[in-house]
């Protein structure tokens, strides 16, 4: 899940949550300081002005006051329920021409780093309590430990551990030869997390023996970090614009979100653990689900192949390796036992009428068509498509009054759905040797793609072609097919909702897209997170969403990622819902569901 709230005029350099969970609070470049509800976006009566840029924040323990620090020498404590004027003014921190650089609280103590380096402790009243400086190794960070009795303090390269009146000092260890541009505490204090100007963010154990360990974590500096208020996981920001989260044991990264378009500034987990907030450089703060993608029942078995919305999402059809079909609920409430006809389960292609009350599935030599919830004693319609010939790919019209089915002998065989009669068979280029992957048909059913794919001659691996086929009335036009080669094996095929743009997907992770009429590649983006295995377009056109290694939304236009996340194994098929603000995605380990809200 994603939720997205923009309002910053630019950078979004801090976030902290109320203990409450109620409501967060970001302050950015443009001198403001919004409150916004972490579920719903809307503002809340906090909208503090600073006098200059802020750009950084602390919310206090129990929730009641923030404190807000920025260029120059002074900071700011505010009630939450007060616009203006700010509580108190306080410092000034630092020497002669310094400025906040970090912020802690306590319920007791506000803890300062200057841009110079220096350390210092104030009460809450504004009393200035303690102050160290470091020489050699100045400070950049601090966190408060739960009970407020010491600190962690990150600096150029080296880890501390100090009491609250900074009169004593633990020297924890050496950074991995990089500044700590963050750093936290677990809810327990049993352990700490430094995020790393090398990209690394680095765990330290408070408990005996006091190990340490790291993560490589981003490509590029890391620069936030927060822990999960049970301890067991933490999430981390990074320069390269992504935000992970990650096991505290295992450091195996549960999940991988790519959203801003520049560096993270902030993140924060809420009270209940069921979010982590962004900010960054782009000037939105982002809300995701802490557990990454959320893995539902599978039904009976998992393997799945491929996922399919049927209708209006009342149902979703799901393709097993075992070559059986089941249909579920979007939320895997509910399964129904395979699709099967009097002769046994479908182990061929099935698709479904738009409305989503009939299906063709393919069997033996034929296809059958049959409605849903129709009992196995009751024979269905049969499209016979001739000796030996089954159907692998199958597809059906916009308004449902003809089907499309691509054959094992290298033909397209069209149909209309009644009287179910063939109207046109139009050869393929490869014959039998091609084997059909997908069928994809245009929304106004002018056209249609059929993508198959055969093995190379003499080397390893696979070529592809997609063939697309102009239409009339749901019969072919003669002369006015167009063909798209391709040197490797294309993975996926999709129509943009309104007929523009044919898209593909291959083994190289290449995302394409191309004009149907002209066959001339238009733009190609590349996930650098390896093969893409499917993909499919929103239902407004504005977003593509690709499976691989991650579920991955780009940006239609602009080719940018716009959020990312990973499963435990490489998912193969994803979905829309009908509204655009859900998806599924299938794989190995079962079904997946997710919200998004760009």
């Not at 709230?5 to 403001?32: E, I, N, Q, Y």
């Not at 108190?88 to 630092?94: A, E, N, S, W, Y």
């Not at 005996?208 to 822990?227: L, R």
């Not at 003809?402 to 033909?411: E, F, K, R, T, V």
Request: one cysteine or more.
């Amino acid at each position: 899940m994603l939720r997205t709230f923009l309002g910053h005029t630019g950078p979004v350099w801090s976030v902290g949550v109320r203990s409450d969970g109620t409501s967060l609070v970001a302050v950015g470049a443009d001198g403001m300081a919004r409150g916004l509800g972490p579920e719903s976006g809307g503002e809340f009566t906090v909208d503090v002005r600073g006098p200059g840029r802020l750009g950084v924040l602390a919310v206090a323990p129990y929730g009641t006051e923030l404190v807000t620090g920025g260029p120059g020498r002074t900071f700011h404590t505010w009630t939450l329920d007060r616009a203006t004027p700010p509580t108190r003014t306080l410092g000034p921190v630092g020497g002669r021409g310094a400025s906040v650089r970090a912020l802690a609280t306590s319920g007791s103590r506000i803890a300062t780093v200057a841009t110079d380096g220096t350390l210092e402790v104030w009460a809450w009243s504004g009393n200035h309590l303690a102050q160290n400086v470091q020489q050699g190794d100045e400070h950049t960070c601090v966190a408060f430990s739960p009970d407020g009795v010491w600190l962690a303090v990150g600096g150029r390269r080296r880890v501390r551990l100090m009491s609250a009146d900074l009169a004593r000092v633990q020297d924890r260890g050496p950074t991995v030869g990089a500044p700590v541009n963050a750093i936290a505490i677990a809810r327990d204090g049993s352990w700490i997390v430094s995020a790393e100007a090398n990209g690394v963010p680095q765990i330290w154990d408070e408990t005996p023996p006091h190990h340490t360990s790291q993560i490589s974590a981003h490509k590029g500096p890391a620069t936030a970090v927060a822990v999960s208020p049970d301890g067991t996981w933490l999430a981390s920001g990074g320069e390269d614009g992504t935000v992970a989260v990650w096991d505290r044991r295992t450091r195996e990264r549960r999940a991988r979100y790519t959203a801003h378009t520049g560096p993270v500034h902030a993140v924060a987990v809420t009270p209940d653990g069921g979010r982590v907030i962004s900010t960054g450089e782009d000037g939105t703060v982002r809300v995701w689900d802490s557990r990454g993608p959320e893995r539902i029942r599978s039904g009976d078995g998992e393997g799945m192949w491929t996922v399919t919305v049927v209708g209006d999402a009342e149902w979703l059809a799901v393709a097993h390796r075992d070559g059986s079909t089941r249909l579920c609920d979007p939320y895997g409430g509910a399964w129904s036992s395979p699709l099967s006809s009097r002769h046994g389960e479908y182990r061929g292609p099935v698709a479904f009428a738009p409305h989503g009350s009939w299906y063709a599935a393919g069997h033996l030599h034929g296809v059958e068509i049959k409605t849903i919830g129709q009992s196995a004693a009751v024979d269905p319609a049969v499209l016979p498509l001739g000796p030996s010939t089954t159907a692998q790919a199958l597809a059906v019209a916009p308004d449902g009054r003809w089907l499309a089915i691509a054959d094992s002998a290298g033909a397209l065989q069209l149909w209309n759905r009644l009287p179910e009669a063939r109207t046109a068979t139009v050869p393929g280029q490869w014959g039998a040797d091609g084997r059909a992957h997908t069928v994809a048909v245009a929304p106004d059913g002018t056209w249609l793609a059929v993508l198959r794919h055969r093995p190379r001659s003499g080397r390893t691996g696979a070529e592809s072609l997609v063939q697309v086929v102009r239409l009339a009335g749901g019969c072919a036009v003669a002369g006015r097919q167009v063909q798209i080669h391709h040197g490797e094996k294309l993975t996926g095929l999709a129509v943009t909702p309104d007929g523009s743009r044919l898209l593909t997907t291959s083994l190289s992770g290449d995302v394409s897209q191309w004009d149907p009429l002209t066959g001339v590649l238009l733009t190609t983006v590349v996930d650098p997170d390896g093969p893409v295995n499917g993909l499919a377009v929103s239902p407004d056109g504005k977003w593509i969403a690709t499976v691989g290694s991650l579920l991955r939304v780009w940006d239609a236009a602009t080719g940018r990622t716009v959020a990312s996340v990973r499963a435990e194994t490489p998912l193969t098929s994803c979905a829309w819902l009908p509204d655009g603000r859900g998806l599924v995605a299938v794989g190995e380990r079962g079904l997946y569901s997710h919200e998004f809200r760009p």
